[in-house]
């Protein structure tokens, strides 16, 4: 029911860019969200009877019991396989944290690895994708923060998860008049797939140069505001030692979350396991797992009455883990990180997804061919954060409509319609529409099913800043 009441809830639409594209959001597409308990068996715990015997027995009721050899060809995908081989060679079933992360960023075969899978003819789309207003907006609050940062010369601008690029091209497109800052701006790309990496060297109009003085290694230059372009598959490549802004737009929600249900012997991890007809399929850990360290951490940050209702709960370490670094790398070089994401400000329950082509799927179909995703817990970011460093503060989380609102969004839709085709405007009153709006558009006129749906109350913005910055806008 729980897990029900989140997908109705749930906020990771990720629009449609044009109004006359069908894309189903989350909300819309609940109904037809099948329930990972399908395939759900709690993993015994018993020990068989052993028959009294003079040889010495071997206990094998931990192991892993393939199903018999066949030389049936299957029609497994390279993933599949591989998820499969991984659960055969350990001898058990993996952490539904594990599955996520293969599914999604192995370096062969994950959902993000190989291609494209934004857009109309992909399988989601994000606010940067919806309209220029987002990225033109980030860069508002980023050039604000450069201001109480005292306009550094050097600033290492970083994008996690950048996507296709478009946020940030948005963004130095919007900032490029205003040279001191683009002329500051040293950017960093953090992105682990190849495919959306040439994406973005093309959507921020990139070029390879030589180095200069004597250094043999190439440079990329962006020539949308002339600014040095470099790329890294994590955030600790990028180079420390100077004030660094950090932007992280649906970057946590992909972040590997374990799950936690709560079984009569206690809070049991789920797993993923492959049964004798060599399918996934939920299972329940006989005993605690390395992740519980994190489950109890987590609960001890939130009051008894939060947990009290709850027997399922999602831990994301690796979410916990990427804010302490931001948090470090802020307190020691200064500046800030912004977080925007669809969450809670809270402990989360069961929210994890798979969305294929906008249509919801079930977790274990195909893996690797749809997106998986999880809420993500501020509470537990701000705790992380202020655990790590004494040296930043946490802002937020407020709505992502009174942030664009703040940041001045109104007045940018106005200007940006007085100069635009009769298409134009459509598509610029659906996409602020679905930025901030909540709701189905009441101005849409169009069939129901097509409807803008704004996610502005769904999707949440935190900052994390080094004291020395004040408070940042728009969180004053
Ligand atoms: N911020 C973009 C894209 C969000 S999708 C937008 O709003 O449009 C998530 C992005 O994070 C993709 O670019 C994906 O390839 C990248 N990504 C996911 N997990 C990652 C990881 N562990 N390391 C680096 N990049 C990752």
Redesign the pocket.
């Known amino acids: 029911m729980l897990r029900r009441a989140l997908l109705q809830a749930s906020t990771r639409c ?1 629009f449609s860019s044009s109004s006359s594209l069908l894309l189903a959001s989350r909300r819309q597409c609940s109904s037809s969200s099948p329930s990972s308990d399908d395939h759900f068996v709690e993993q015994s715990v018993d020990t068989p009877q052993t028959p009294p015997s003079a040889t010495i027995s071997i206990d094998r009721s931990t192991l892993y019991h393939p199903s018999d050899h066949s030389h049936e060809p299957t029609a497994d995908s390279e993933l599949v396989k591989h998820l499969k081989n991984i659960i055969k060679f350990r001898g058990g079933p993996i952490t539904v944290a594990e599955y996520m ?1 293969e599914v ?2 192995n370096p062969k075969a ?1 959902f ?2 190989n291609r494209d ?2 857009g109309a003819g992909g399988d ?6 919806v309209s220029q207003m ?1 990225g033109e907006m980030i860069g508002v609050w980023t050039m604000c923060l450069w201001e109480q940062m005292g306009q550094p010369k050097k600033v290492n601008l970083v ?6 690029g ?2 940030l091209a948005d963004l130095l497109r919007g900032a490029s008049k205003f040279k001191n800052f683009t002329e500051s701006l040293q950017i960093h790309m ?4 190849p495919a ?1 990496q040439k994406i ?1 060297y093309e959507n921020l109009k990139c070029l390879t140069e030589d180095g200069i003085d004597g250094n043999t290694e190439k440079r990329c230059i962006s020539t949308v505001a002339g600014t040095p372009v470099s790329w890294h ?2 955030l600790e490549q990028v180079p420390t030692g100077f004030p660094t802004i950090i ?5 946590y ?3 590997p979350v374990h799950q936690f249900q709560k079984a009569s012997r206690g809070w049991c991890e789920k797993m993923i396991d492959v049964t004798e007809n060599s399918l996934f399929r939920f299972v329940l850990s006989p005993q605690p797992t390395p992740a519980t360290l994190y489950l109890m951490k987590r609960c001890r940050w939130a009051e008894t009455k939060e947990i009290a209702g709850l027997d399922h709960i999602e831990v994301c370490p ?1 979410a916990m883990d990427l804010t302490q670094e931001i948090s470090n790398r802020i307190g020691t070089d200064g500046g800030g990180a912004l977080i ?1 994401d669809y969450g809670l400000n809270g402990i989360v329950s069961d929210s994890l997804q798979a969305i294929r082509k906008h249509k919801f799927v079930d977790i274990l179909d195909d893996p690797g061919s749809a ?1 998986l ?1 999880a809420y993500v817990d501020f509470a537990a970011i701000r705790h992380s954060a202020e655990e790590v460093s004494g040296d930043v503060s946490v802002h937020g989380p407020m709505t992502q409509s009174q942030f664009l609102g703040s940041l001045g969004i109104n007045f940018r839709v106005e200007a940006l319609l007085e100069n635009c085709t009769d298409e134009q405007a459509e598509s610029l009153r659906t996409g602020y529409w679905r930025l901030v709006g909540n709701g189905e558009a009441p101005f849409w006129e169009g069939p129901d099913e097509e409807a803008p749906i704004g996610m502005g109350n769904r999707y949440l913005a935190m900052a994390i800043v080094n004291k020395k910055q004040g408070v940042p806008v728009p969180f004053e």
């Open positions: 990720r992360e999604l960023t994950g993000y690895i899978v934004f989601f789309i994000t606010s940067p994708e987002f994008e996690l998860g950048p996507g296709r478009t946020l953090v992105e682990c797939s959306l973005q598959m994590t932007i992280a737009h649906e970057f929600d992909a972040l690796k925007i997106d995703s």
